[in-house]
């Protein structure tokens, strides 16, 4: 950040701004200041990278990414929610919650049920202790509240925001709370606000598995480079029974099903490392499992402060089912028209069942009030599926937005893809948009982000799922703080 220009530091508020005289917390925030002339400066630019949970400090820096030099008149400013990273009391709960003792995520067997229920109500008792006051203020309101603090800190009248996944839906909150404190706002990969929060992971558990078809249909064609077949549904039907085999027997004592499910989620998520993913698979099937194992990681104790992050918010902006069964019934329901990430999204989220934190009613979105704002969205987006876009493009009748036709990337604006990219530019500069179109689809049609090049080799690729392509846009280390919760 330093060498970016960022000047950092920590911002005291509340930690209930319902009693602003009480308790005080502090929040990381950054700024890397416009590199123009005071005369066209534009003001400051708060940039979150969802989650919820992502550590946003070093997100300050896209707007030397942003193209014809549009990101220049403003101030970037990131920052760390509360909980998060730099911010203190920065939360975790529970560093050895993934580790390797895990059976498959699909409850099969009332033993493989009880292990989840009890070891999803241990984390949340866990979370309890550790977090104490602080979870009962972890709402989407309260890091709303925060970007206020950060405004008035900086003498600022209004923002300018730009946010990816959650901080859509963050930026959707503070804007129906301060409508006249919007300047300028790009979401991409756009949340549901009616959706929040249990419905959403239910919404797109059958999302991925649309968007891991797409995965399978590229590997498909590309079977001269994987030799996994030729035809999606075998590509689809292999990558099941390999899950199978590791049900049956770990590999190596490493990778069960739980662990298979997981190193695959990134190409559910984004194109970029397709590639990686689909070696990963061949080597598999050809009985070597070192490239999955290095996705994976070693198993072992791991920062659990964006997991604990999201827990925190998720569970207490909405109120969650109270009774099982339900959970039980919708799940099994969605599970059986989409396989692949039903049950890890179930369990990932279960905590929110025993949390300690008081949930409350979601605030009610409304962007009437709100000037023109930029939405971004590809078409089998699986993280925030496609009617999320066009219900806030709704919600937000001065909205535009711009639909990746046919790409399955979750949140990948400033990629390289001129079309999309050129307009953000063009929107910061002037505040200009294309004119909205009748009804209710897209206002504005861009190519997607586009895969790779099958690679028969991967040993000089980075194996992070959100590398962005060399030279377009986003750097690696940038793409990857916009958020992945990690199972």
């Known amino acids: 950040m330093q060498r970016a220009g960022a000047q950092c530091g920590l911002l005291t508020v509340p930690l209930d701004y319902a009693n602003p005289d009480g308790q005080k917390i502090k929040i990381g925030v950054s ?96 979370c309890a202790e550790a977090g104490g006051e ?50 300028r706002m790009v979401f991409d990969g756009v949340v549901n606000p009616e959706d929040a929060w249990y419905e959403a992971n239910l919404n797109q558990d059958t999302a991925f598995e649309k968007s ?58 984004y194109v970029y490392s397709w590639d990686v993913y689909a070696q990963a698979f061949a080597d598999a099937v050809n009985g070597d499992y070192g490239l999955v194992e290095a996705i994976f990681g070693d198993g072992g104790p791991s920062d659990d402060n964006l997991y604990a992050v999201y827990l925190s918010t998720e569970c207490t902006d909405a109120r969650w089912p109270t009774a099982w069964p339900r959970w039980e019934a919708d799940n099994w329901r969605t599970h059986r028209v989409a396989p692949f990430e039903t049950w890890a999204n179930a369990w990932f989220n279960a905590p929110c069942h025993n949390w ?9 979105v409304d962007g009437h009030q709100v000037p ?6 590809e078409t089998h987006d699986a993280a925030t599926p496609w009617a999320g876009a066009i219900k806030v493009r709704q919600l937000f009748p001065r909205s535009v937005l ?15 893809v001129s079309c999309t990219d050129d307009r953000i530019a063009d929107y910061l500069l002037t505040g200009q948009l294309d004119a909205r179109q009748p009804g209710r689809g897209s206002d504005v049609q861009c190519p997607p982000v586009p895969a790779p090049e099958p690679e028969p080799s991967t040993s000089a690729r980075s194996l992070a799922p959100a590398t962005a392509p060399a030279g377009a846009g986003l750097p690696a280390d940038l793409r990857q703080l916009i958020a992945l919760p990690v199972r």
């Open 134 to 183: 602080l979870l009962d203020h972890m709402r989407t309101t309260d890091n709303v509240n925060d970007m206020e603090s950060i405004r008035k800190a900086l003498g600022a009248e209004q923002i300018n925001y730009y946010g990816f996944s959650y901080g859509t839906y963050l930026g959707q909150v503070y804007a129906t709370l301060h409508p006249d404190r919007v300047r």
């Open 402 to 416: 711009i639909e990746g036709v046919g790409g399955s990337t979750h949140a990948g604006s400033l990629s390289g």
């Open 212 to 269: 891991m078809r797409i995965w399978f249909d590229w590997i498909a064609d590309h079977d001269a480079t994987y030799h996994l077949g030729t035809d999606g549904d075998q590509v689809r039907a292999l990558w099941y029974d390999m899950r199978d085999q590791a049900r049956a027997s770990s590999f190596d004592g490493k990778i069960g099903p739980a662990e298979w499910t997981d190193v695959f989620l990134g190409a559910g998520y």
């Open 31 to 126: 700024r890397i200041e416009h590199k123009t002339s005071d005369a066209d400066y534009q003001g400051i630019m708060l940039v979150n990278p969802g989650g919820p949970g992502g550590s946003g400090l070093n997100l300050a820096r896209i707007g030397a990414f942003v193209p014809h030099q549009a990101g220049d008149p403003y101030d970037w400013i990131g920052f760390d929610p509360r909980g998060v990273g730099t911010s203190e009391p920065r939360l975790s709960c529970d560093g050895h919650y993934t580790t390797l003792d895990r059976p498959d995520y699909i409850p099969s067997t009332a033993g493989i049920e009880q292990f989840w229920l009890d070891k999803t109500a241990s984390y949340a008792d866990d």
């Open 356 to 364: 300690s934190g008081q949930a409350q009613k979601p605030v009610k």
């Open 372 to 377: 023109p704002i930029l939405l971004i969205e």
